[in-house]
């Protein structure tokens, strides 16, 4: 039967109240609360990071601006080093062949005077005109010598040094205390105050036969 309702009965709905409608829009997701003011607040938020990503990308143009110009410094840096470096090689190359050919001027000098005291030979066989000749040609090679630095190590009657000297024999003698060079059997040099060659010399060692005897030969 279908239901009839009393038209004197009155029905009567619930109605919230705002405290209750504010809670339920707390209780909804951020997303379907539909609030204008988060909305401008999200926007705020994206020019603000916007903001930050192009400042970033700034300074990264600026980091990469640097970099290159370093690099390009760095290049023409080892660019100039290397041109330097052959420069003073070549320049090296150079005066070391000036001052050869220099020496060897010098040296041809002494090579016509060798010759002409030949020559004078043939004519005249004095030995005392041989003799001076052969003087006179070897303090020449001496002066050439000394022009370029090249200086005698004649280290006869001085104490051995075995940076300078090559002893070729020894022998012991009484009334020394260290070894000491007693012949040369051929003269050392110095270029520029360097050993160039070392002398080769005969040593003398102080004699141990005293040393053998207990208490040095005391009774």
């Excluded at 002398?199 to 141990?208: F, H, K, T």
């Amino acid at each position: 039967m279908p239901d009839h309702k009393d038209p004197d009965q009155i029905e009567i709905s619930y109605v919230p109240d705002e405290d209750e409608k504010a809670a339920e829009s707390e209780s909804l997701p951020k997303s379907r609360r539909g609030s204008g003011k988060g909305t401008a607040g999200l926007k705020q938020t994206i020019a603000e990071l916007e903001e930050k990503i192009e400042k970033q990308k700034s300074i990264m143009d600026q980091v990469r601006t640097e970099r290159d110009e370093f690099q390009d410094k760095y290049l023409r840096n080892l660019a100039e080093m290397d041109n330097f470096r052959k420069r003073v090689s070549k320049e090296k190359e150079d005066y070391q062949r000036f001052v050869l050919g220099e020496f060897l001027m010098g040296l041809l000098e002494i090579y016509d005077n060798f010759e002409r005291a030949l020559r004078a030979h043939t004519v005249d066989d004095s030995p005392k005109a041989i003799i001076s000749g052969i003087q006179m040609i070897f303090k020449q090679l001496r002066e050439l010598l000394r022009k370029y630095q090249v200086e005698e190590l004649d280290p006869h009657d001085r104490a051995f040094d075995p940076n300078y000297h090559q002893a070729l024999s020894r022998e012991e003698r009484e009334g020394i205390n260290d070894p000491m060079v007693v012949e040369v059997y051929q003269k050392g040099f110095l270029y520029n105050d360097k050993l160039l060659r070392p002398a080769l010399v005969r040593v003398a060692v102080p004699s141990r036969e005293e040393d053998d005897e207990p208490n040095g030969g005391q009774a």
